[in-house]
């Protein structure tokens, strides 16, 4: 999993407002702990245990003991090196193949509805004998997956980011390769007012699941509890100065 410390201030910044920079930082670590739950889940539900670990590719080097009441007890810690987005995610995947993966997953920080079963179903994927890349579409033209049974520098280059492009090119560096792409279900990524809204409908709508996301379930509805609906949930259009202005694509992960 690529993740930012959730420092305020420093993550969520789209969600400030309607969010304090507090709480934006309390949601980012939500999204983790509810993501990386999820991904242990997938291991053990899978039958991977000892064949499969989670780890947390971070940023910033110096903030390892921040993570220690976020992550499981079963995660590792691997520091995110690289300068631009791409080589950020080139450098996590290079880096976890040489330390012995016979397979890669990147996943994404800021999804935290991805069930276990998508993350199993991506490793099952991976397990099988012929080479292919695994991506999980969001539905802004990004990913929040990306599993590589290789390590293929290709994909993660000549790659449009934080653009509706982005899967696309994705998919298209890969045909170059010659290796076939196989897809996870649609799922979407939270950082602006506009997703927030939409996550909250997910988790408080009524039809939710008890165990989706129950970190972040609480935490919004917290919220909600103790100063009602409107600033987070609002039932009414918000203004447009509260709706962000990210262009579309992958660039949520730090």
């Known amino acids: 999993m690529m993740t930012k410390?959730?420092?305020?201030?420093?993550?969520?910044?789209?969600?400030?407002?309607?969010?304090?920079?507090?709480e934006a930082a309390t949601l980012n670590a939500c999204f983790l702990r509810d993501t990386t739950v999820a991904i242990s889940s997938a291991i053990v539900s899978g039958g991977l245990l000892g064949k499969a670990c989670g780890v947390a590719v971070y940023t910033p080097v110096g903030w390892e003991g921040g993570y220690a009441d976020i992550l499981p007890p079963d995660f590792d810690l691997l520091p995110q090196r690289?300068?631009?987005?791409?080589?950020?995610?080139?450098?996590a995947a290079?880096?976890?193949?040489?330390?012995?993966?016979?397979?890669?997953c990147l996943i994404d920080s800021d999804s935290p509805t991805v069930p276990a079963a998508t993350f199993a179903h991506a490793v099952e994927m991976l397990r099988s004998s012929r080479e292919h890349i695994v991506l999980g579409p969001a539905d802004d033209g990004g990913y929040y997956l990306i599993g590589l049974k290789k390590p293929h520098r290709e994909v993660f280059e000549r790659i449009d980011w934080s653009t509706e492009r982005?899967?696309?090119?994705?998919?298209?560096?890969?045909?170059?390769?010659?290796?076939?792409?196989?897809?996870?279900p649609t799922c979407y990524d939270v950082d602006d007012f506009t997703?927030?809204?939409?996550?909250?409908?997910?988790?408080?709508?009524?039809?939710?699941?008890?165990?989706?996301?129950?970190?972040?379930?609480?935490?919004?509805?917290?919220?909600?509890?103790?100063?009602?609906?409107?600033?987070?949930?609002?039932?009414?259009?918000?203004?447009?100065?509260?709706?962000?202005?990210?262009?579309?694509?992958?660039?949520?992960?730090?």
């Not at 410390?5 to 507090?22: D, F, H, Q, S, Y």
């Not at 982005?166 to 996870?184: F, H, P, W, Y």
């Not at 009602?228 to 203004?239: E, H, L, Y």
């Open 94 to 104: 290079e880096d976890l193949f040489k330390c012995g993966f016979g397979g890669v």
């Open 166 to 184: 982005v899967l696309e090119q994705t998919k298209a560096r890969a045909k170059e390769i010659g290796v076939a792409v196989k897809l996870l």
């Open 195 to 254: 997703t927030l809204r939409r996550l909250c409908k997910e988790l408080l709508g009524g039809n939710s699941p008890d165990a989706k996301a129950p970190e972040t379930t609480k935490f919004l509805r917290e919220i909600i509890d103790r100063e009602g609906r409107s600033r987070i949930w609002p039932s009414v259009t918000a203004p447009k100065a509260m709706e962000s202005r990210k262009p579309l694509g992958v660039h949520r992960v730090p």
């Open 82 to 91: 690289g300068g631009s987005f791409g080589e950020r995610l080139w450098f």
């Open 5 to 22: 410390a959730p420092r305020p201030g420093r993550v969520k910044t789209r969600l400030v407002p309607p969010l304090t920079p507090n």
